[in-house]
C-alpha cells in the first residue's frame, strides 16, 4: 500500500515538508510505503477550461499535472500539504490540484485523502476546507486526527515546538493507515465498494422542472 505526500510550499524544505514527513513517519510505521513530491518554486498552470481533457488522456498542459495524475492511478492514498497564504492554500498548490482532479477525477474514487495545513499564525482552518473540498466531491474517503490537521510556525526550526500539531500529524498517518488496512481487508473479504450511480446532472433548473 502507497500514499502519496505533495508538498504546495514553493520551499521544498520548509514547514508543509516538516509536517508531511511526519505523516509520513507514522505511516511508514505502520508498513504503509510513501514518496513525497514538492512542487518546487516554478510556475504551475492553471485550469484554462479549455476542454481538451473531456476528449483526451490527461491535461493539455503536459507536465507535473499529468505525471501525479499517472502515479495517482497506481496508489491507494493521498495527502496534500499546504502553508496558508492570505488566508487560503497557496495558489500553486490550487493551479496543480485544479487540473489534477478536473482532468483526473476517476483515478481517485474510493481511495484516502487527507490535507495538511501550515501558517505561522491564521488561515487553517478555511485552507484547510478547500482542499478537502476535493475529496468531497470525489467520493474520497477523508480521514480525520484528533485536531484540525495543522502545524503552527513560520519555520521548520519553530514547528517543532508545536507538540500538539505534530501530534495531530502522526494520528492522521494511524487513522489513514487503518483505513486503507481496512478497505484492503474488505476487498479480500469480498466486501465491493459501493456501487454509485451519476445519471443526473441539474444545474438547479431541470429539463423535468421546465416540464
Ligand atoms: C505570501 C505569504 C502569505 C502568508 N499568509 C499567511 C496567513 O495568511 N496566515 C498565516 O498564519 N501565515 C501566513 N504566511 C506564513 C506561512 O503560512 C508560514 O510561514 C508557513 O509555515 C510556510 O510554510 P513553508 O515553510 O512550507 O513554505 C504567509 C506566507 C507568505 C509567503
Known amino acids: 500500500m502507497k500514499v ?4 504546495g510550499s514553493p520551499n521544498v524544505n520548509g514547514t508543509t515538508k516538516f509536517a508531511l514527513n511526519e505523516v509520513a513517519k507514522s505511516l ?5 510505503e510513501t514518496e513525497i ?4 518554486n516554478k510556475a504551475i498552470n492553471d ?3 479549455c476542454g481538451y481533457c473531456a476528449s483526451h488522456e490527461g491535461c493539455v498542459f503536459n507536465d507535473i499535472v499529468n505525471e501525479f495524475v499517472k502515479k495517482a492511478s497506481e496508489v491507494d492514498g493521498f495527502v496534500f500539504g499546504s502553508p496558508v497564504y492570505y488566508g487560503h492554500p497557496t495558489g500553486r498548490i490550487l493551479s496543480f490540484l485544479d487540473r489534477v482532479f478536473y482532468s483526473g477525477k476517476s483515478v481517485f474514487k474510493h481511495k484516502v485523502g487527507a490535507s495538511v495545513i501550515t501558517l505561522r499564525r491564521s ?7 478547500v482542499i478537502n473540498k476535493y475529496f468531497t466531491i470525489s467520493n474520497m474517503f477523508v480521514i480525520p486526527s484528533n485536531y484540525w490537521n495543522n502545524v503552527h510556525g513560520p519555520s521548520k526550526e519553530e514547528a517543532k515546538y508545536d507538540l500538539e500539531g505534530i501530534e495531530t500529524m502522526h494520528n492522521l498517518g494511524k487513522n489513514m493507515a487503518y483505513l486503507l488496512k481496512a478497505i484492503s481487508l474488505a476487498k479480500e473479504n469480498n466486501l465491493p465498494l459501493p456501487k454509485l450511480t451519476f445519471n443526473e446532472r441539474t444545474n438547479f433548473i431541470s429539463e423535468k422542472d421546465k416540464m
Request: charged share 15%.
Open 4 to 7: 502519496l505526500l505533495v508538498n
Open 47 to 49: 485550469c484554462i477550461a
Open 37 to 40: 513530491i514538492d512542487l518546487g
Open 123 to 129: 488561515g487553517a482552518t478555511a485552507s484547510f476546507d
Open 28 to 32: 511508514n510505521e505502520e508498513g504503509i
